[in-house]
Nanobody, 120 residues
């Protein structure tokens, strides 16, 4: 079955960096649209970054220029490099997958999340 396992979260000070990883298994990783979402307490879930099965990327305006999504299809790993972190980036971060190269926005598979906390 499809499994997504995130890691790499932690606590950092504002201006710091973290790299999140998400290992996918049980499906053809390289042919899938994948994304990072986040959700802070009391807030709606937000789509942070998306990478389709062709390597094209999309970023939310709030992270553009600071975050980079990438994938290693040989290792089945999705990454989110986060730089210049701000307290507003504090949230639980989730990776998600669709089983198609072209993204439809209907992510049917989710990881368990990894917590990112940014202090001022």
């Amino acid at each position: 079955q499809v499994q997504l396992v995130e890691s790499g979260g932690g606590s950092v000070q504002a201006g710091g960096s973290l790299r999140l990883s998400c290992v996918g298994s049980g499906y053809t990783f390289g042919s899938s649209c994948m994304a990072w979402f986040r959700q802070a307490p009391g807030k709606e879930r937000e789509e942070v970054a998306v990478i389709d099965g062709f390597g094209d990327t999309y970023y939310a305006n709030s992270v553009k220029g600071r975050f980079t999504i990438s994938r290693d299809n040989a290792k089945n790993i999705l990454y989110l490099e986060m730089n210049d972190l701000k307290p507003d980036d504090t949230a639980m971060y989730y990776c998600a997958a669709e089983m198609y190269r072209v993204c439809s926005g209907r992510f049917g598979y989710w990881g368990q999340g990894t917590q990112v906390t940014v202090s001022s």
